[in-house]
């Protein structure tokens, strides 16, 4: 009877030790598991700032290539503008006078 208790105890010490092994390893997966999972953040974090700036970049770029395009439609406009002007003053100014004077 003895030998029955004594059988037991072990086992339960066994026991009590293996759960508390288990307990532990269960503890440091759920540490292991938080810091992979910060370090994955961080990772996708940079990634993702990362492509936003390369796009802001882009986008900026394409934004002063459009920029320069239309100062420069504009500055021929102008050009025209003046030419047509200048070629077309006088008679405009005929034909207003004539216009009123009539």
């Not at 953040?41 to 934004?63: A, G």
Request: some cysteine.
């Amino acid at each position: 009877m003895a030998n029955i208790i004594q059988d037991i105890i072990n086992l339960d010490l066994e026991a009590s030790e293996k759960v508390a092994k288990l307990t532990k390893q269960r503890e440091q997966l759920v540490s292991f598991l938080d810091y992979e999972r910060q370090q994955i953040v961080k990772r996708l974090t940079k990634e993702m700032n990362e492509k936003v700036n390369n796009y802001k970049k882009e986008v900026e770029s394409d934004i002063e290539l459009h920029r320069f395009h239309a100062q420069e439609r504009n500055e021929q406009i102008k050009v025209k503008l003046n030419h047509t002007y200048k070629l077309q003053s006088d008679s405009w100014i005929e034909d207003i006078f004539n216009h009123c004077i009539g």
